[in-house]
């Protein structure tokens, strides 16, 4: 199997577990893969490594909860899996320029870590695009 389908595979795992709690352990049992193979291909494919990755999506996915819901912000916090809200404070600015409670304020949902999507180009290249603009967390 070529790398571009594992990294279908594991970004296909992320998507449907984002809300629990994911090792690189995790993810590569449930898909039966050495997580040194999982963690290599996926780099090489994407530019990322997978912790960011997740770490990003799990980030959008608050910014989104930040604008479209009134949940407090802590709760936010814990559902994108971080310990405390000043850790989550903490990552969000890093990744939004600014903190959950100004982008709340703003009110202006914008997704920066959209769901990668790979292709098989015909030529035996491969090409990652992610979806809405999205950056990739590097």
Not at 3 to 9: D, G, H, R, S, T
Not at 46 to 53: P, V
Request: proline letters at 3%; one cysteine or more.
């Amino acid at each position: 199997m070529n790398n571009n389908m594992v990294v279908k595979k594991v970004i296909d795992y992320i998507e449907t577990h984002i809300d629990e709690d994911l090792s690189l352990d995790k993810i590569a049992g449930a898909l039966n893969y050495s997580k040194f193979y999982i963690a290599r291909a996926f780099n090489q494919e994407t530019k990322c490594t997978i912790y960011k990755y997740i770490q990003g999506r799990r980030l959008t996915l608050a910014a989104q909860k930040l604008v479209e819901t009134s949940l407090p912000i802590v709760e936010i916090a814990y559902e994108a899996h971080y310990d405390s809200q000043q850790a989550f404070t903490y990552a969000f600015k890093q990744f939004y320029q600014c903190t959950p409670k100004i982008y709340r304020k703003n009110g202006v949902f914008y997704p920066k870590q959209s769901s990668i999507h790979t292709m098989r180009l015909p030529y035996g290249g491969s090409l990652t695009d992610s979806l809405s603009g999205g950056k990739l967390a590097a």
